[in-house]
């Protein structure tokens, strides 16, 4: 497995899209995952491939002077629990740690929602996020917006 800093905005897209659209558990609402696949083009991305075939990403926002915020990250399923994520959380810890930033921050769902998105926080509170805040509506009622953090 090896992880790579895509630069092209076109690979970032194209790599961003095949991977969202498996995963519609996560990504299931179309308008969202186009934002994140429009978005990510601009945003520090790194992909994780098995042989020639990206088979997960990362990318990174700056949400502040100090901050940066796991933007979207995407493994396909197939690749779960093979350790792909926290490699590919590692570069992007290194990369905002490198352009600066002290913190790093991440939303998702809160946990005891899904189990889709259960999983999805025990892996950010795996890899050293803490919970941080709350916010019940910032996306809607059915979906409390859990934002985790940790110092660089």
């Not at 990174?60 to 490699?87: N, P, Q, S, W």
């Not at 810890?93 to 490198?98: D, F, H, T, Y």
């Amino acid at each position: 497995m090896e992880i790579i800093e895509i630069t092209d905005p076109r690979s970032k897209k194209a790599i961003s899209r095949s991977i969202l659209e498996s995963l519609t558990e996560w990504f299931g609402i179309e308008e969202s995952r186009e934002e994140y696949i429009e978005s990510s083009s601009a945003c520090p991305f790194f992909a994780a491939y098995a042989g020639s075939v990206p088979v997960g990403f990362i990318c990174l926002r700056k949400t502040g002077k100090d901050t940066a915020e796991i933007y979207v990250l995407g493994v396909l399923e197939a690749y779960h629990r093979k350790g792909i994520g926290k490699r590919l959380f590692e570069a992007a810890r290194k990369a905002a740690r490198e352009e600066g930033f002290s913190f790093l921050q991440v939303k998702t769902v809160q946990m005891g929602r899904y189990p889709c998105y259960d999983a999805t926080n025990r892996f950010y509170l795996s890899v050293g996020f803490k919970e941080f805040q709350v916010f019940p509506d910032l996306w809607d009622r059915n979906n409390p917006c859990q934002i985790y953090v940790m110092a660089l």
